[in-house]
């Protein structure tokens, strides 16, 4: 009895292993199916930046060195590139979040019908190239453009305003490219929030401007958040509006890193610009990820 | 009484700026549009004169044609390569442990925010040693790697809500994992694929920077020699050009909210 007890435990163990080395090797297999695309990336996207941040610790010679850093840290001309691009991140995320909070907060309070309608005015920009709604905004804001025109024909202004090829057009540009990825995230937050507890707050006595500022604001946090750094890591490397409509008056990070290396062929100086662009954005995303969830932001 | 006039101020404010938010961003996208159809031989806006001038200058022009039908390859290679690559590895994910499915889907997604240029600038160094640049394969392989997250993305977030033990039934009924996967999974996951699938098409038909410094010559992208363009004049035929891209967009992204409706009504 005992015996076959044994025999009988000791068969099944042997179908368990053999089960959960089969599971093993599946699941191999099944992760195998990711490796195709994974190595894309890896080859495309990942490898040569790694292999061009660690150019940048290099100095002409070939030596070990933080030439490059103290290079770039010690030029004006750097460090002006630093200065602006920071002065434009900041000032379009801020006027997105300006114009992109107000529009959510009234989308939500729409019905579920209109609101979906009039989403296809945030889509259609969003999916439209981005070099088309630059050219747009070259157009409406040249000389003798429509912007001025009309501003003259008002009365507003004698003289037409330069608003095309300096820091202004690539502001107004730049938050017409970013605007809605601001409002997504932001959009997706706001309508899962339960309006009963805004109604609870109303129906406790408090005003409406108490209900919406200690409700409903602090719980459109997560998604005002992930907007915020996603327009900034965004503006932080944007190159063609800047490129296009700062007419080469204005230098952000990414055009920088362009022309150091199609115009002076500085791979070095290039890639350590690189590289601080690189840990900015990292240093976002880790933030992002922790809060929001990087896959979350995506989804519709 | 006072709280009452106070809320209605603040809902009329609300809706006046929410509007006016939807038209800056609704207007200036759709302002080439009648640009293009203008007869100035100079951008103005309004058009003053009706032609179809810049279309005619946009379709005779070999430069242009040689672009577009560049552009429109490598769109459309992008696709047929992403799809299928995306739609696996998000399956592969999605059944994998939850370790190895939030290490790899961080890793996958990143290309998405990281920024382009830094792609762009190692894509064009790892190409000068290879010997890619200025070749359509080398457009091709650079947006599929930009695409596959889109991909990647959409097809998970449909196996999420897919029931999987659909699959399961099926095996347990003697299916193969494959024939199960193709018999039972895809078909209703056909809608995020399909998704992917047209967001694939647009990255790499709308990408600018990747473009800009690894296509050239013969095979430079409609998108490298807009921007080239666009540098030194505002040439009338770019608008034309635009309102093309637009109508893609927009078709692309009707279709992909019909699948949508579609598939909700079948529900």
Known sequence: MSSVDAKFIDQSTQNINILKSEERREAVTIFGLSLPAVLTILIVVFLPIFWLSSLSFYNAAGELSMENYTRIFNSALYRRTFVVTFQISISVTIICVLLGYPLCYWLCKLPDRTAGILMVFVLVPFWTSVLVRTYAWLVLLQRNGIINSSLMSLGVIDEPLQLAHNLTGSIIGMVHIMLPFLILPLYATMRGIDTDLVRAALGLGSSPRGAFWRVFFPMSLPGLFAGIVLVFILSLGFFVTPALLGGGRVQMLAQRIESTITVYSNWGAASALGVVLLLLALVMIWLMNRVFGLDKLFMR | ?267
């Open chain 2, 1 to 267: 009484m006072e709280q009452i006039e106070q809320r209605k101020i603040d809902g009329l404010w609300l809706t006046v700026v929410g509007i006016a938010v939807l038209f800056f961003l609704i207007l200036p996208t759709l302002i080439v549009i009648p640009m293009s159809f203008s007869g100035a031989s100079f951008l103005e806006f309004p058009p003053t004169s009706f032609s179809f001038r810049w279309y005619t200058a946009y379709f005779t022009s070999p430069e242009w044609m040689s672009a577009t039908k560049t552009s429109l390859i490598a769109a459309i290679m992008t696709t047929v390569i992403a799809t299928p690559l995306g739609s696996l590895c998000a399956y592969g994910l999605h059944c994998s442990t939850p370790q190895i499915r939030n290490t790899v889907q961080f890793l996958v997604i990143m290309p998405i925010v990281v920024p382009v240029i830094l792609i762009a600038v190692g894509v064009f160094s790892l190409y000068a040693k290879v010997g890619l640049n200025y070749t359509l394969t080398g457009v091709v392989i650079a947006h599929t790697a930009l695409a596959l997250p889109f991909v990647i993305v959409t097809v998970m977030s449909g196996l999420r809500n897919y029931d999987f033990d659909q699959e399961l039934a099926a095996r347990s009924l003697g299916a193969s994992r494959a024939l199960a996967l193709w018999t039972i999974t895809v078909p209703q996951v056909k809608f995020s694929i399909q998704t992917g699938a047209f967001l694939a098409f647009i990255t790499s038909l709308d990408e600018v920077v990747i473009s800009m410094l690894v296509s050239g010559g013969d095979n430079a992208t409609i998108t490298r020699r807009m921007f080239n363009a666009l540098r030194d004049q505002l040439d009338p035929t770019i608008a034309a050009i635009s309102t093309c891209l637009i109508v893609v967009s927009v078709t692309v992204l009707v279709g992909v909210q019909l699948i949508g409706l579609r598939k909700n009504i079948d529900k």
